[in-house]
């Protein structure tokens, strides 16, 4: 018999790797906070000597989800300002907010409570791309949440910054340096859009990106108002700027990109840019839908985020990746798009993907961290079960996940976060929202 | 001191009528199964000895969700045949499953874990079309459900009834004639679609009708597919043929209208037909999205359904309606379509309306039925709470569902549904599984 540290036995294992594989009566064995094995449940019983063993009869396991793109602070500010379009939104609801409140305190106090959301919903690892960074990655690593750090970058001052010249050198030193081969913080670099940034800038930011070899994630063609106002100001569309800057490559995230051209699509998918697809966002904020299926189809990694909570208002990858899958085939006409099998893998591998991490996480394969979510399918509104990926995709709600490690610690425990206080959290969201409550000018029910 | 049954002291009470408002600090009484007051909390500690007193300091009370179009024993059918279009659905997936399987027994156990489910997540009073609507409407008595029973008409033998003539002879002896004027369930004809009846049953069904004075639900417009078949059948849309029946006005139902010309707009609005907007289901099979911000600008009533489990695959009023409203911003590019309010409403009152029901439930008036649901929001997801409706439409989930009243009787509490023994819903469930997966050929992990 060989010890091992953990021995997880869920009823079904969906692996993702390889597509529509569900396995019953198999076991994942953990070790050092990597799966170290994927075996039937017998031979696993005859072979290891657990530390821990966790049987779950209902439940489904499912590597656990990433969330392509968020703004994790912003939970904050979840439903300060809803029932605007994108740029009325930022510039009568978020960007005063902002200046008056956001600060390394509100930063750490916001991302914790998006932290404990995202992992009670199934979340192990996040692309989060706000001011003070350094205390995203900081929250991230006191709560061991996986993350991928986006600094930010923008031409005019901010809380954390003066300008680009400032960003770029507190990003490389305070967060690029400090994570360099963090088991659970990558960064990259994340200006924030075209409009944000002059050429010198965005030529800085590149050679930059390519010396310390990180990412790039920016905010891309979310709506019309965005193109217009670019057309206007530099007479070429968002997509066109980075080409012309040497910025489009298999390293780019772009967020959104709800609005691409037939020729446009195909640059992506040659250059393998990838896409944080954030349908509730671009619902709520009324940018359009993307159409992912054609994305999908002409072989773009399309990755799925929430954005962030003042926009969406949850950070549910559960509710966001069936959204989804639900408009995909709504808007191709074609009800075998984007399947709950595929669905699945856009909230988790094609994640990674996304983030550049895909030989790490994303998947139940042997080598991989141990970053696993358990779904409980014994509800009323889940049975009966023909399918449990189906149940997972178009029944399932965040409340049912029940069991969540990261880089194999037991983060959630039969639905009960073990490493945060929550009360903690919560009794100082409710100081948030005195602050910026009192700041905004609204209905007198507040 | 005057006594009172139920004496509820929500944080945040929203009548929904007038829109908008939110009380706080007051208190709702019931009496006999009806709201027979609603004051500030303070007034009613001083006038009313209440038998019992719930007091729900981190909750919202709204009324009950109208859920306007299900077909509650497809429960049992949930997720049997995924990712196919309406047409191939039906013809692959549903019927001969139904053709094998549906009987008195089989809607009576479907029934049941719909309206458990249903309970659970808010709705009060649901609007039902399904074969032995007789058997439906006593289930939901004996739960204490409210129900609009739809009695199903189709042109082709079924088993519960061998034509049209025995159709309507059924609902007539067994239905309408038993529920009328019964404090919660009503009854209504239900052809199944143009497509389903020739112009004579539809004839016949209409006198019945008048005599009756019932009202009408049908599927209208849900497809492409359906318009070009009914055009290649018969030369008319399906509005135009029931237009020429004389079958439209206000005690029209038309669920779905996904697909409605200007004119026909104009003319439902002019008529007050309603309309019963089933999103999820809509994107699901990929039959497209009904422009609902368009339609209500036209004074059209939308009320919201979930559709049946099959195509949905949840019958979760909060989930539908939050698609609805982000959907709406979506397709009509403005982020103001629908507000959180309106949404609301669209939930409960514009229901309540759509049925013909609105004189006794989907508001918190005085008079009305004590149809209510309270949902807690104390939670990571949706704190913090800056509008109790935004959280409601935009991040809650049906877990946060607490507690629920029917006519005044409590049939949720804290998150326990009181008179129902879903231990044996679940079991009998899982035995129509297995009947079901016996019959449809499908991957072997069944």
């Known amino acids: 018999m060989q010890h091992c540290d953990t021995l997880i036995a869920p009823r079904w294992c969906v692996p993702v790797e390889p597509l529509n594989a569900v396995l019953t009566d198999h076991a994942v064995i953990v070790n050092d906070g990597r799966i170290t094995d994927l075996l039937p449940l017998k031979a696993a019983l005859e072979r290891y000597q657990p ?12 590597p656990g989800f990433v969330n392509a793109h968020t703004h994790a602070a912003m939970s904050l500010m979840r439903g300060l300002a809803d029932d605007m379009p994108l740029e009325r939104w930022l510039r009568e ?15 750490r106090d916001g ?14 690892c996040f692309s989060d791309q706000y001011y003070f960074p350094e205390v995203v990655a900081e929250v991230a690593v006191d709560l061991h949440m996986r993350a991928m750090i986006g600094t930010p970058i923008v031409e005019f001052p901010t809380a954390w910054a003066k300008n680009v010249a400032e960003s770029l050198e507190k990003a490389n030193d305070l967060v690029h340096d400090r994570y360099n081969d963090h088991p659970l913080i990558s960064t990259c670099f994340a200006p924030h859009s075209t409009a944000a940034l002059s050429d010198d800038s965005f030529l800085e930011l590149r050679v930059l990106a390519d010396q310390l070899d990180v990412r790039t994630q920016i905010h891309l063609h979310e709506s019309a108002a965005e193109l217009a106002a670019a057309l206007e100001a530099t007479g070429r569309r968002p997509f ?11 390293s780019l995230l772009a967020v959104h990109a709800v609005h691409l051209t037939r020729s446009e699509i195909d640059i992506f998918a040659e250059s393998g840019v990838n896409i944080a697809h954030c349908p509730r966002s671009n619902l709520k904020l009324a940018s359009g839908i993307a159409p992912i299926a054609n994305y999908r189809n002409a072989g773009i990694n399309v990755a799925i985020g929430t954005d962030g909570a003042a926009s969406n208002n949850a950070l549910d990858m559960l509710s966001d990746v069936r959204t989804a899958a639900l408009l ?15 669905a699945l893998k856009m909230a988790t591998l094609d994640g990674a993907t996304a983030l550049g991490l895909a030989a790490e996480i994303g998947s139940i394969e042997v080598g991989k961290w141990a970053d696993l979510a358990c779904i409980d399918l014994n509800r009323l509104h889940s049975q009966p079960v023909y399918d449990p990926v189906s149940q997972l995709i178009y029944t399932a709600r965040a409340d049912q996940v029940t ?23 919560l009794s100082r969201c409710h100081e948030w929202r005195d602050r910026f409550a009192s700041s905004i000018s609204r209905n007198s029910r507040i």
């Not at 530390?51 to 499912?62: F, G, N, Q, T, Y």
């Not at 066109?240 to 298999?250: I, M, Q, T, W």
């Not at 995909?328 to 595929?342: L, M, R, T």
């Open 51 to 62: 530390s821990v063993a966790i049987e779950k009869p209902d439940h489904m396991l499912v």
């Open 93 to 107: 609801g978020i960007w005063p907010a902002e200046e008056r409140w956001v600060s390394a305190e509100m930063v």
């Open 240 to 250: 066109d700027r980075l080409l012309d800057l040497g910025l489009v490559n298999a």
């Open 403 to 425: 069991d969540v490690w990261i880089a194999g610690r037991h983060q959630l425990d039969n639905g009960k976060l073990t490493h945060i206080d929550t009360d903690n959290v």
């Open 111 to 124: 991302t914790e409570l998006a932290i404990a959301e995202m992992i009670a919903g199934g979340t192990t």
């Open 328 to 342: 995909a085939k709504g808007v191709s006409h074609d009800a075998g798009a984007v399947s709950a099998n595929e």
